[in-house]
Nanobody
Framework: QVQLVESGGGLVQAGGSLRLSCSASGSIFGINNMGWYRQAPENERELVAAIISGGSTNYSDSVKGRFTISRDNVKNTVYLQMNSLKPEDTAVYVC??????????????WGQGTQVTVSS
């Protein structure tokens, strides 16, 4: 079992910043990919940013240059620094982590989601 705990969402004015955190715990042997998705009402879930074990990153075009994803491999934590936030960034942000458990089985876990609301 791998559990994810997210934090850092909230309400912010347009142009402001927020930092999301997601910590993974449980029977983890290794983590491959970590990422953040978001889902706004009546929209499909979309990938916001992802980072793999080697440090390579991938961003949605809509957040490039404004958001930065990073990870702490010791703490099994992924961060999403969100700057220059826009009202269209309003969504529930969900953490996703994939890797290998202590029993050498693949896992793909999702967080419970954290609300980010950007006011205009």
């Amino acid at each position: 079992q791998v559990q994810l705990v997210e934090s850092g969402g909230g309400l912010v004015q347009a142009g402001g910043s927020l930092r999301l955190s997601c910590s993974a715990s449980g029977s983890i042997f290794g983590i491959n990919n970590m990422g953040w998705y978001r889902q706004a009402p009546e929209n499909e879930r979309e990938l916001v940013a992802a980072i793999i074990s080697g440090g390579s990153t991938n961003y949605s075009d809509s957040v490039k240059g404004r958001f930065t994803i990073s990870r702490d491999n010791v703490k099994n934590t992924v961060y999403l620094q969100m700057n220059s936030l826009k009202p269209e960034d309003t969504a529930v942000y969900v953490c996703n982590v994939g890797g290998i458990t202590s029993w050498r089985r693949a896992f793909n876990s999702w967080g419970q989601g954290t609300q980010v609301t950007v006011s205009s």
